[in-house]
Nanobody
Framework: QVQLTESGGSSVHAGDGLRLSCVAN????????RAWFRQAPGKERELVAV????????YYPDSVKGRFTLSTNNPANTIYLQMNNLKPEDTAVYYC?????????????????????WGQGTQVTVSS
């Protein structure tokens, strides 16, 4: 069993940066696809960053590309999300997630139902 725990959420101003962390306990996840999603009030949960199981590819949607960076510390079983130049529309609860399997298609990696493991979420609030 994998337990994911996020930290680092905060209230910041537009233009600020923030780094989120997600620590996995129970099992190594370095060969899992690992992702960050976010969910704003009244909206569906959406993918903001993912790294494939083999660490060969990362994907970011246009809304965060160039501002958000996913990184991993495999020995520490931790993934990070560095967020720069934050905007009010980035306000959401941010979740880390992990899935087994080698399907690295974007349709699979973007699908919340394809992830077996989720953290509890951490709130990020960006004020203008």
């Amino acid at each position: 069993q994998v337990q994911l725990t996020e930290s680092g959420g905060s209230s910041v101003h537009a233009g600020d940066g923030l780094r989120l962390s997600c620590v996995a306990n129970g099992r190594l996840i370095d060969r899992f696809a690992r992702a960050w999603f976010r969910q704003a009030p009244g909206k569906e949960r959406e993918l903001v960053a993912v790294v494939t199981w083999d660490n060969r590819q990362k994907y970011y949607p246009d809304s965060v590309k160039g501002r958000f960076t996913l990184s991993t510390n495999n020995p520490a079983n931790t993934i990070y999300l560095q967020m720069n130049n934050l905007k009010p529309e980035d306000t959401a609860v941010y979740y880390c997630a992990a899935r087994q399997g080698r399907d690295s298609s974007l349709s699979t990696l973007s699908d919340t139902t394809r992830y077996e493991h989720w953290g509890q979420g951490t709130q990020v609030t960006v004020s203008s």
